[in-house]
């Protein structure tokens, strides 16, 4: 069993739509979760962070967190075509080094 | 404000051929250091994790070895390449003292012929 994962799509969504990511984990005692975005042939970007359970907006993007279902989303609202990128959910354990383990991406496509 | 250099952008070498990429951080102090391998369409794996000078902590045993030879600069290294270590080689770094995310290099396409 993988330790993150999601849904690697891709996710077709009209402009200005919702794209609603989803993302499990399997380390319960998993503390800090994040959200990245990454476009073809670059690094990931850092788009969104959350560590307790419920929403977090920032912009046009909420993640959500349910720490009891291991469960973290990302809506990204009104999408536009240069959201079109693929998602990485990334979990922190907490264990030495602070390391984050990544799901396999979900790749989003907005059609204008 | 902290930034992270990371070279070359992209490699293409031979089998058998020797390796080094290199990573620096600049504007921070004792930050823990990250490699990570991303295959062509698939995500991110962790290689090498360091949280000081000197240490290093390998997370998948392959062709690959790395150094910290310095508070700021990590390198990654082959003897022998192989055809399998083609990928996207991407440096990280975060502060040991936050549980933030990481920041990422721009990242080395590596490509073994």
């Known amino acids: 069993q993988k330790e993150v994962e999601q849904n690697s799509g891709p996710l077709s969504v009209p402009e200005g739509a919702i794209a609603s990511l989803n993302c499990t984990y399997s380390d319960r005692g998993s503390q800090s979760f994040f959200w990245y975005r990454q476009y073809s042939g670059k690094s990931p970007e850092l788009i969104m962070s959350?560590?307790?359970?419920g929403d977090k907006e920032d912009g046009r993007f909420t993640a959500q967190l349910n720490k009891a279902s291991q469960y973290v989303s990302l809506l990204i609202r009104d999408s536009q075509p240069s959201d079109s990128a693929t998602y990485l959910c990334?979990?922190?354990?907490?264990?030495?080094?602070?390391?984050?383990?990544f799901g396999g991406g979900t790749r989003v496509l907005v059609k204008p | 404000s902290q930034t992270i250099h990371q070279w070359p952008a992209t490699l293409v070498q031979p089998v058998g051929s020797p390796l080094s990429l290199e990573c620096t951080v600049e504007g921070t102090s004792n930050p823990n250091l990250y490699w990570y391998r991303q295959a062509a369409g698939r995500g991110l794996q962790l290689l090498f994790y360091?949280?000081?000078?000197?240490?290093i902590s390998s997370e998948v045993p392959q062709n690959l070895s790395a150094s910290r030879p310095q508070d700021r600069q990590f390198i990654l290294s082959s003897k022998k390449l192989l055809l399998s270590d083609s990928g996207f080689y991407l440096c990280?770094?975060?502060?040991?003292?936050?549980?933030?995310?990481?920041?990422f290099g721009s990242g080395t396409r590596l490509t073994v012929v």
């Open positions: 990334a979990v922190k354990s907490g264990a030495a080094g602070n390391k984050l383990t």
């Open positions: 990280a770094w975060s502060g040991d003292w936050d549980s933030g995310g990481y920041t």
């Open positions: 959350i560590y307790s359970n």
């Open positions: 360091s949280v000081g000078i000197g240490q």
